[in-house]
C-alpha cells in the first residue's frame, strides 16, 4: 500500500536527518519501524490486500500494546517534547556539551569558561551568547521533529490496533 511506503519513507528521513542528535537506539528503533511499515506496504501490494497476515493476532495485539510503551516511555525521557524558551544553566551546560561531544574536545566541566580556560573558544565561529541560542533553537527544532514522528507511529499503532481488534 502507497499510503505506508510514504509513511515508512517519512519516518525514516526524519530520523536520518537527525540521527547525530538522537540517541542510537532511538534512532535504530524508528529506523527499525520504517523498515516494517515500508515492508508491510510491499506485501500489501504483492498480495492486494490490506494488513493480512498469517501470524497470532494476540501475538500482535501484545507487540503493538508494547511498541507503544516502548514510545510513550521514549517520550517522557524526553520530556514530552518539551521547548525550551529561556537560556538556563542546564541548557548551557548541554550546549557546551553537545559542542564539546562532536568536536571531540574533552573538558573536566561543561562550561563557557572552563572551554576558554581550555583554549578552545578561539576557533569558534560564533560568541558565547550566540552558542546558547543555536542550540536553544536546535533544540526545539529537534524537539518539533520527534513529536511529528511520535504522532506519525502513534496514529499508525491506533490504526493497526483497531485492525486487529476487529480481526
Known amino acids: 500500500m502507497e499510503w505506508n511506503k510514504n509513511i515508512a519513507q ?3 528521513n526524519i530520523a ?6 538522537i540517541p542510537e537506539g532511538i534512532y535504530l528503533q524508528f529506523m ?9 506496504g510491499e506485501e500489501e501490494e504483492e498480495e492486494e490486500h490490506v494488513f493480512i497476515d498469517e501470524t497470532d493476532t494476540v501475538k500482535i495485539l501484545y507487540e503493538i500494546q508494547a511498541r507503544r510503551k516502548a514510545i510513550d516511555d521514549a517520550k517522557k525521557v524526553m520530556k514530552n517534547f518539551k521547548r525550551v524558551s529561556r ?4 541548557l548551557k551546560e548541554m550546549a557546551i556539551e553537545s ?6 574536545i574533552r573538558i ?6 572552563c572551554l576558554e580556560y581550555y583554549g578552545h573558544t578561539e576557533s569558534l565561529p560564533v560568541g558565547e551568547t550566540d552558542m546558547y541560542r543555536v542550540y536553544k533553537e536546535h533544540h526545539n527544532m ?3 521533529k520527534y513529536e511529528e514522528m511520535y504522532t506519525i507511529e502513534i496514529k499508525f499503532l491506533e490504526n493497526l490496533q483497531k485492525y486487529y481488534d476487529s480481526v
Open 10 to 12: 517519512k519516518i525514516a
Open 16 to 21: 536520518e536527518k537527525y540521527a547525530q542528535n
Open 32 to 40: 527499525d519501524i520504517a523498515k516494517s511499515i515500508y515492508e508491510r
Open 87 to 90: 537560556v538556563t544553566k542546564d
Open 99 to 104: 559542542y564539546c561531544k562532536h568536536s571531540d
Open 108 to 113: 573536566p566541566v561543561y562550561s563557557w569558561e
Open 142 to 144: 529537534k524537539m518539533r
